[in-house]
């Protein structure tokens, strides 16, 4: 019959290309969902700003110089996968990438307050520099409509003894709890406040001067 080619008139190097594609098609269904997004990772890596973000975070020597609003743009489409708990839930990660992209999804999930906490407290122990958790912190926008139980929940954080706990509370009380409600509380804790990592020292100093702009004639007496 015109229009279909029989298996043994089909000429070889397109038996070979068939072939191979194939094969690429079952490697990539192998991979995991970590591998496949780190590899696309990968192709968004830019070596200038590599060398730019990793001035700003002395030590850090797993950044591939990924810009925020890619991975923002990756988050997104990630949520809306079947499978992105395999990836916020991942421990294998290599690049500092991978673990912001992380908290980014946990930003964007829909469910109830309670289950999005249980993502965020597996999620902290995970944040080792400035930046992954003050972008996480900014992304948890749920904390809006549900200030009392985040407020509750971030208190563990803020007597913690490790830096990067306690710098989590204080970005997510500067970023949502600075208002007529909570000044009075969060004035008490920066009173108590006592940590002698840096990291730890300028969240708290960040969230003094988020005060005073915000409620500055509290923060003022309180001076």
Not at 93 to 99: A, D, L, M, V, W
Not at 170 to 191: A, P
Request: hydrophobic share 40%; glycine share 4%.
């Amino acid at each position: 019959m015109m229009g279909i080619t029989s298996k043994k008139s089909m000429p070889a190097h397109s038996a070979h290309t068939l072939f191979l594609y194939l094969c690429e098609i079952t490697n990539d269904m192998k991979m995991t969902t970590t591998e496949n997004i780190r590899k696309e990772l990968q192709t968004l890596a830019d070596s200038k700003y590599q060398e730019f973000h990793s001035s700003l975070l002395p030590g850090a020597n797993n950044i591939l110089g990924v810009r925020i609003p890619q991975l923002r743009t990756m988050a997104k489409e990630i949520i809306k996968k079947e499978d992105w708990r395999t990836f916020v839930e991942s421990t294998d990660t290599i690049y500092y990438e991978e673990t912001m992209l992380q908290g980014m999804i946990i930003g964007f999930i829909k469910d109830s307050p309670d289950k999005i906490l249980e993502h965020v407290e597996k999620f902290i122990p995970k944040i080792n520099n400035w930046a992954v958790c003050d972008i996480f912190c900014g992304g948890l926008k749920f904390t809006k409509k549900n200030k009392e139980l985040v407020w509750n929940f971030i208190q563990k954080y803020l007597k913690s003894d490790k830096e990067y706990y306690k710098r989590f509370g204080l970005v997510m009380i500067l970023s949502y709890f600075i208002d007529d409600k909570y000044i009075d509380k969060v004035l008490e804790i920066l009173d108590n406040f006592s940590h002698e990592g840096y990291y730890a020292r300028m969240g708290a100093a960040w969230a003094l001067s988020i005060c005073y702009v915000k409620q500055p004639e509290k923060t003022f007496d309180y001076l």
